[in-house]
Structures are given as C-alpha cells and as structure tokens.
C-alpha cells in the first residue's frame, strides 16, 4: 500500500512539473518572438494569447503581460543565524505572467504566476540555493456594486528544487532534505468579498477558506527523525485546516520610475493562531530594461518556525516588460 501510495505521488510530482513549465514556456513564448513596439507601429502584427481569445469569445476584453529580471544583489536573512557562512552576493531571477478576461463586467476570470529564484555566492566559493518561490494564484470575480465583488479565489505555492541543511554527528556530515517540489505545496482556496480601488488598493476577505498543505515527497520525514513535516503528518501526504483568509495589495506609482508594491496575506485556523506572510517592494526602473529594488518579506507561520522570519534583498539588474 505504502509503495503504491509512494508511486502516486512520484507520478504526481512529475505531472505538475510538466505543468509548471507548460504555463511558463506558454506564457512567454509568444512574447519572446514577438516584435517590439517600434514594428507594431508599422503594420507587423504577431499572435498573442488575448488575439486568439479574441477570434473565440469576440464579446470578451482579454489582457495579458510578461516581465522578467535577472539581478545581482546582497541578500540577508534571519533564518540563517547559526550559519558559520556570513552572506554575500546573490544572483536573483523573477518571472511574472499575469492574463485576465472580463466579459461585459459580467464576471472577470484572472491568473498570475510569478517565479523567483536566487542562488547565493559566498567568499570561500560556495553556491547555495538561496530562493525558491513559485506561486499560482487564480481569482474569480462577480461584480455586485461598484467596486465590490463576490470572489472565489486559489492561492498555491511551492518550490522546484530540493533544499537541503547541513547536519553534523558521530558518522560525519549529512545532508538533509527540508523541501523539494510539492514538499511542501501549500494552497488556500476561499469565497469572499472583494473590495477594489483602482491604482491604490484592493483587499480581499475570504469568509470560509480551506488551507491544503501537500507533501509528496516522504524522505523528508527519515532524513529529520520527525512525524510531522508543515504540520502533515508522516504518510499522510495532506493536511486541510479551515477557517478564514484576508488579503490587502497597495500599489502606488509615485513617478514614472518609482513603484512601490505592498502584500498582506492572512489565514486564521479557527484552532490556531493567525499565519501571516508580508511582502513590500520598492522599484527603481531606469530606462527601459534597468531596474534597482528594494525587498522586504516577513513570514509568520507558528506550525512551521515559532519566531518570525525576515528577508531582506536588494537587487540591481536587468529588466524587461511585454504588454
């Protein structure tokens, strides 16, 4: 039964990685052999996802971007207090795809993935994986009055690769596995109000939620001695817990080079205290495919780590944008 279960898992494993660089090739192929703006304006035309929605559901208003960044920064981090290795440089890669449709404000279907990651450089030439985020968020809108909405929405995140810490004892040095892809999966779904204002804010309360956590991969619970792994227990595979979920997103353009991006999650377990996750951004876009940042994440989730875990990165580097 076990090896069954085990087989399952693998096969599931493989199939969402299939999944992830299907939605990643799908949405930037298109962009990356499309033509510039400079050769739009002189008749060139190139096929875009919103085009063939167009030629389908001709009533329906489709949008779509692509942005990617490739950056070097210093990273810092309170998760790696007993480190003997001090931090250095970073090497940071973000992927952002986000597509909406809206049919006569009717209802409004929206999908965004965004990609990050990091790979740290320390002076004694050491490489280490420093991020690893992968996120799909799809949001369900209906419009009641003005700019309040019925919503249904699905907030999943994982990461690609494995994750390993360092442990020392009587045999020698082992290698420990502390994540990998689908190990842990953690997805909210939630039906709520929404409450938007354009080019400010929008803040979402999700009044019955479900919090799912997934762990496929099983060596996790043998490499650290332990029975629970994100609050799953061992071959368990999946956890649910209920109760209700918050999100505020600010955004102000302050300039025509200067953003700032704010994001507030929440999840309240009716048994357990609230997990909270921040992320604020600060952007410094100068030309057109430069950008400089400043990043903020804290995280806040008692089943995982009882203290608080702060992130902080600056980045400088190269950046592009296709609309």
Not at 174 to 194: K, M, R
Not at 210 to 224: G, I, P
Not at 256 to 273: L, R, S, T, Y
Request: glycine share 6%; charged share 20%.
């Amino acid at each position: 039964m076990l090896r069954g279960r085990n087989l399952l898992s693998e096969k599931l494993k493989v199939i969402c990685r299939y999944l992830v660089l299907f939605t990643i090739v799908i949405g930037a192929g298109p962009q990356a052999f499309g033509q510039d703006t400079t050769s739009a304006a002189k008749g060139d035309k190139y096929l875009r996802f919103r085009d063939v929605f167009f030629i389908v559901l001709p009533d329906d208003r489709v949008e779509e971007n692509i942005s990617y960044s490739l950056s070097l920064g210093s990273f810092f981090t309170s998760k790696s207090k007993e480190s003997p290795h001090p931090n250095w440089l970073s090497l940071f890669q973000t992927l952002g795809y986000n597509a909406s449709m809206e049919r006569k404000e009717r209802f409004v279907v929206s999908s965004s993935f965004h990609h990050e990651l990091g790979f740290q450089y320390l002076f004694d030439s050491l490489l280490t994986k420093q991020q690893d985020r992968n996120t799909l968020i799809t949001r369900i809108k209906w419009p009641l009055n003005g700019h309040v909405s019925f919503t249904l929405t699905s907030d999943a995140e994982t990461g690609l690769l494995n994750s390993y810490d360092r442990h020392q004892d009587s045999s020698g040095s082992h290698n420990i596995l502390t994540s990998a892809f689908l190990t842990p999966l953690q997805c909210v779904f939630s039906g709520g109000i929404d409450l938007t204002l354009k080019d400010l804010c929008s803040f979402n309360l999700g009044i019955s939620s479900a919090k799912m956590t997934l762990v496929c991969d099983q060596s996790v619970y043998a490499a650290s001695h332990r029975d629970k792994f994100f609050n799953v227990g061992k071959n368990k595979y999946v956890h649910f817990s209920y109760g209700i979920s918050s999100e505020l997103s600010l955004t102000r353009q302050f300039t025509k080079v200067i953003n700032w991006d704010c994001n507030i999650k929440a999840f309240k377990d009716f048994n357990m205290p609230v997990d909270v996750k921040i992320k604020n951004e600060l952007k410094l876009t100068a030309g057109r495919h430069f950008k400089t940042s400043i990043m903020t994440r804290i995280t806040y989730d008692r089943e995982v780590n009882p203290t608080v875990e702060v992130e902080n990165i600056i980045t400088i580097g190269f950046f592009i944008e296709v609309k």
